[in-house]
T-cell receptor
Framework: DSGVTQTPKHLITATGQRVTLRCSPR?????VYWYQQSLDQGLQFLIQ???????AKGNILERFSAQQFPDLHSELNLSSLELGDSALYFC?????????????FGPGTRLTVL | GENVEQHPSTLSVQEGDSAVIKCTYS??????FPWYKQELGKGPQLIID?????GEKKDQRIAVTLNKTAKHFSLHITETQPEDSAVYFC?????????????FGSGTQLTVLP
């Protein structure tokens, strides 16, 4: 158990809908990262927050947005869902943003868009 | 940006044999190289990492080597056991700039045959 929690574990929805994925980092970690894992794309970095502020953006679609709240939990919002958004979404956390900081991954949320 | 290539995509070995997974990276500014193990239904878990000022690092049956000149690094698992069966990901992180996100390889499915 990494100490990172993600809810829900599974999510099934229809195209065009909007969903929210939630992540609670390990106690004491200030940085949260979101990744998308699909069969043909591997692990793709989406976005990073540090202490409530956006720190870096990766391959995140405009239909997707995220935020980190004062209690440091984070939410990833996915809207106008398409079939291709079906994937595993992982959240990871680290103490801060230094180069050598280990990222601890949560168990993931499996999103299925029908 | 950084690009990480990982080979092979699948690897089967007999129990007790060694397994080697290789990765190459493109950006010479990368200075941190973690390896993650992902078991079925779980998030990736860090198993070993290496910094650019070190050529080799060992932890029991696992070792990682880094060749900065050639920009490649490898994971070596000796005396493999069935519980080593999983997907292994290499990653690289660039040291410069405000972002510290990881760029992952595409993964290697390791199967240890009893």
């Amino acid at each position: 158990d990494s100490g990172v929690t993600q809810t829900p574990k599974h999510l099934i929805t229809a195209t065009g809908q909007r969903v929210t994925l939630r992540c609670s980092p390990r106690s004491g970690d200030l940085s949260v990262y979101w990744y998308q894992q699909s069969l043909d794309q591997g692990l793709q970095f989406l976005i990073q927050y540090y202490n409530g502020e956006e720190r870096a953006k990766g391959n995140i679609l405009e239909r997707f947005s995220a935020q980190q709240f004062p209690d440091l939990h984070s939410e990833l919002n996915l809207s106008s869902l398409e079939l291709g958004d079906s994937a595993l979404y992982f959240c990871a956390s680290s103490v801060d943003v230094t180069t050598y900081n280990e990222q601890f991954f949560g168990p993931g949320t499996r999103l299925t868009v029908l | 940006g950084e690009n990480v290539e990982q080979h092979p995509s699948t690897l089967s070995v007999q129990e007790g044999d060694s397994a080697v997974i290789k990765c190459t990276y493109s950006d010479s500014a990368s200075n941190y190289f973690p390896w993650y193990k992902q078991e079925l239904g779980k998030g990736p878990q860090l198993i070993i990492d290496i910094r650019s000022n070190v050529g080799e690092k060992k932890d029991q049956r696992i070792a990682v080597t880094l060749n900065k000149t050639a920009k490649h690094f490898s994971l070596h698992i000796t005396e493999t056991q069935p519980e080593d069966s999983a997907v292994y990901f290499c990653a690289a992180r660039i040291s410069s700039g405000s972002a510290r996100q990881l760029t992952f390889g595409s993964g290697t499915q390791l199967t240890v045959l009893p």
